[in-house]
Every structure is written in C-alpha cells, then in structure tokens.
C-alpha cells in the first residue's frame, strides 16, 4: 500500500508541476520517492523535472525496475539515454555506451546514430553510423555533410580489416597479414596463407567479440575475411552474409556473396599413407591435461596423435597435416563447442565420413542425441577409462597389425 504522506507529497508536487513553480515540484516530488521508493508514478514526474539528464534517467530506470512494462518509461528512455550521453560526450566511453544502449532500444532514433557518428574511433565506423541516419532520414543535412567528410577521410587513412595495419595504398592483399581482402577472386583463398596465423587468429577472436557489443557491416565483413584466411569457409560466408544485412553494407557483397558460394574449393591432394603407418588421431580440448592423458594412452596402443586446443587450431592442423583418421572432440570448448565443431567437419567434403567421438562430462540421453544428430560416431564419457576410450576408437579406425 502506498505511503499516505508520500501520496500526498506526489499530489503536491503535480499541483506545483501544474503551476510552473519548479523548485517546490522537485521538493515535493524527492520527498515522494524518499517516502514510497516503489511508487512509479513518482518517479516519473521525477523524471520530468530532473535537475539533469542523469538523475531524469535514473529516474526512467527506477520507474521500469518497478514496472518493466511500463509503457511511458520505455517510451522516453532512448531520449534519455541520448541527453545524458550528450551531457558527459567527453567521456566518451560511456557516452558511447549510453548511445549504443539507445539506439538498441530504437532502432530508428536518429539523433542517437548521429551522435555516435560524431563520437566514433574510426572513419568508416562513422560512415556507417551516418549511413544508417540517411536511411532513417534521407534529408538530414548534418548527415549527408558528415558522411561526405567521413568517406573523404576514410579513404586518405585505409586500415586492414583484420589486422589494422595502416597504409596509403590499398591493395587485394594486406602487406602485413599477407591475408587476401576482397570477394572478387573466390578462389583466392583456396590457397591464402596469413604471414602469422596467430595474428590473424587473435583479430578474429577481437573482431567476434566487437560485434556482439556493436554490429555493424565492416565489422562482420572483416570477421568473415578473417575466417576465409584462415580455410574456415562456413563460418566465414555466415560472416559475410551477416554483413550483407547490416546498415551501411558496401552494395557489391551480395553478389561477390553469391560467387563465393557457387565456388568449389579445390581439395588437395593427400599424401597416399604407408600401409602398416599408424593411423592419426586428433584430439580437441581446451584442457592441456585431458589432451595429455588422451595421448598417452592412444601413443601407448600405437596410435600417432596430434593436438588442438580449439576450433580454430583444429582447422589449422587439417590445413598443414592433412585429415586424420579419426577426430576426439571434447563437448565444452570455449570459442566453439564441439557440436558447432563437428557439424563444420560435417559440411566440409574432405573431413564429411572422417569418424567423430566426442569427449563429454555428461552421460545423458539428451547429450547422446545432440551428438548424434551433430554427425559423431560415438561418444566417451570424462573421467574416461582408458580402455573404454581406446575401443571406441579401436572400433572406428583399429591399428593395422604388424606385418
């Protein structure tokens, strides 16, 4: 039940609000909330006639936590959000996260894609910003003047969108990276080679991560660039189609898109394998002390084995060592489960029948499902015994007997 004194206080501070004597609504409205914190009303005439656009949206934020569908908070929240961003621009951290949280909330605020056009890091991030105001409105002069600033700029400073080296000229590959940056030639990375793969790994992983706090096109399209150098096909078209449908998206991809799905990677060819070598098995985990124990007891039943602690490496070992005889996945990984994982081995012709077991600390039915419907071929269960461990794989890729 609502405070009595605190109710009256609000309808005082309403007949003050009514009268324009502002200082006595304050007074009567922070008395109000100091009496009855969960009344909502309150706190909107608070937010109302707030001394400054902080306390206005803490006021807007205190009102949802009480009513999350409180339809007039909601609804002035993003200007908020816009005002106080406006209010500390000099902290541009945080002024930027207030826009970023705005535009969330309304897509379509166009003064808040202004405002984060003007506080952002890098030209071509701006052009996208102030793309997406002109969408909104297309007779926005502060925006058409500012794009045409911001593209000018963008193109007398160019940076790699992978690993941000900077130069004058830019060209089809990076100096630096040795990465190929354009969809013009699908072919081009059948063969790419990255300078330094763990450069080009890294940017990927920061370029991930960037697009989940703020997507944009140059974001995604560099992130799906990164992934074709590195012979991550699939993810690196799923990249690049995410970029097609963002704000600001350069209007070629969609076609080179298509030119890169029509292409068929080459397969390599295999170095025919000695009849009595001992079969590959490749081992995925993110734990150096599971990988470790995996191997003894494979090495010791004459088994060679090679080691990856993700996704990603495990890509790069298919690369530089070819397809083994049989991959272990562990289930929990952090960059790419081995769901995830075993599905891309799935869909890719050279590793489509190469047997799958995963490593996995849960002995459910759901577990089993999920890997079955993943494409595995079996499933072991950690802690694991060893001999279990070696007659599931002894079951999928034996050892050749000594001849």
């Known amino acids: 039940m609502a405070h009595p004194q605190a109710v009256t206080f609000l309808k005082a501070g309403i007949v003050a609000a009514r009268a324009g004597d502002k200082v006595e609504m304050r007074s009567m409205l922070r008395q109000a909330t100091e009496l009855d914190p969960g009344n909502e009303s ?89 793309r997406r105001v002109l969408t909104i409105n297309p007779d926005n002069a502060k925006a058409q003047a500012g794009l045409a600033r911001c593209e000018a700029e963008a193109a007398r400073v160019w940076h790699c969108p992978i690993c941000a080296a900077k130069t004058n000229n830019p060209r089809p590959t990076c100096a630096s990276c040795q990465c190929v940056l354009t969809l013009e030639d699908p072919a081009a990375f059948d063969a790419a080679r990255p300078a330094d793969r763990a450069v080009v790994e890294a940017a990927a992983k920061r370029l991930h991560a960037a697009l989940r706090q703020s997507p944009t096109a140059p974001g995604a399209f560099g992130l799906g660039l990164a992934y074709l150098n590195l012979g991550l096909r699939e993810q690196g078209v799923e990249a690049v189609r995410a970029a097609t449908g963002q704000a600001g998206a350069n209007p070629q991809w969609p076609a080179q898109l298509d030119a890169l799905l029509r292409h068929r990677p080459a397969r390599r060819p295999q170095e025919p394998r000695p009849a009595a070598a001992k ?91 999920r890997g079955h419907w993943a494409g595995a071929s079996d499933y072991v269960t950690k802690p694991f015994d060893p001999q279990k461990l070696l007659a599931a794989v002894g079951k999928l890729l034996p050892v050749p007997a000594a001849g």
């Open 42 to 130: 309150a706190w909107l005439w608070r937010a109302n006639c707030a001394d400054t656009p902080d306390e206005s949206l803490d006021c807007l934020r205190r009102a949802i936590a009480i009513n999350p569908n409180s339809q007039v908070a909601r609804a002035g929240l993003p200007d908020a959000m816009v005002r106080a961003a406006v209010a500390c621009a000099a902290d541009r951290p945080r002024a930027r996260k207030l826009l970023e949280e705005a535009t969330a909330l309304d897509a379509r605020h166009e003064v808040a894609w202004l405002w984060r056009a003007g506080l952002a890091d890098a030209p071509d991030q701006a052009v996208a910003y102030l």
């Open 279 to 369: 079969p590959l098995v490749l081992v995925v985990d993110d734990s150096a002390t599971v990988r470790k124990m995996v191997a003894v007891a494979l090495a010791a039943a004459g088994y060679r084995v090679g080691e990856a602690d993700s996704g990603v490496a495990a890509a790069r070992f298919v690369q530089d060592s070819g397809v083994p005889g049989l991959f272990l996945l562990d289930v929990t990984m952090p960059d790419m489960d081995g769901y995830t994982l075993c599905k891309l081995l799935r869909s890719n012709p050279e590793t489509a029948t190469t047997p799958v077991v995963f490593l996995t600390g849960k002995d459910g039915l759901l577990s089993k499902l």
